[in-house]
């Protein structure tokens, strides 16, 4: 089963306590040997998802959105992505050069081409600018993909 994810980031630490907690219940119905979580691997659920897949006995696969997509990731947040991207089993690459909304869009939607499910942690609002949550969501439904959708009682954003 391939399940890729989508999810908002800058969530507070209790609702990542919940979303973890939840990603890892949904997670848990696949056979380990049978799971192969495709990410991008950004600060937040991405990360999160990665985490939760190899813990679990899966394997996981990155999108790289676009070739200057590690820079624009937070600097507390690079040695997680290198240490996930080092453990993919594939890397898949959009071939963009800037990391922008066009590029982070291009990578999710061949992230939702390479998938069975998608998991979601999103509020149900709009996306706040071109490539968001919601954007890839409705690509993902249009495409016939499932979603599941996170989003724990209480969660908040900023």
């Known amino acids: 089963m391939r ?13 990542e306590e919940a979303v973890r907690g939840e990603m890892q219940a949904l997670l848990r119905q696949y056979e380990p040997a049978e799971l192969c979580g495709v990410s991008c691997l950004a600060d937040g659920p991405d990360a999160w998802f990665a985490e939760i897949v190899l813990l679990l006995g899966g394997r996981i696969e990155a999108v790289v959105p676009a070739e200057g997509y590690r820079s624009g990731l937070p600097d507390d947040h ?4 290198d240490g996930l991207l080092g453990r993919a089993m594939k890397v898949h690459r959009t071939g963009a050069r800037e990391s922008c909304p066009e590029a982070h869009m291009a990578g999710s939607e061949i992230l939702v081409g390479l998938v069975d499910r ?15 949550t919601a954007d890839v969501v409705v690509h993902a439904r249009r495409t016939g993909v499932p979603v599941d959708v996170i989003w724990p009682a209480g969660a908040t954003r900023d």
């Open 3 to 15: 399940v890729g994810i989508t999810g908002h980031r800058g969530l507070s630490a209790a609702t």
């Open 78 to 81: 690079r040695a997680t992505y």
């Open 118 to 132: 998608l998991l979601a942690v999103w509020d149900g609002k709009a996306a706040r600018g071109f490539g968001g």
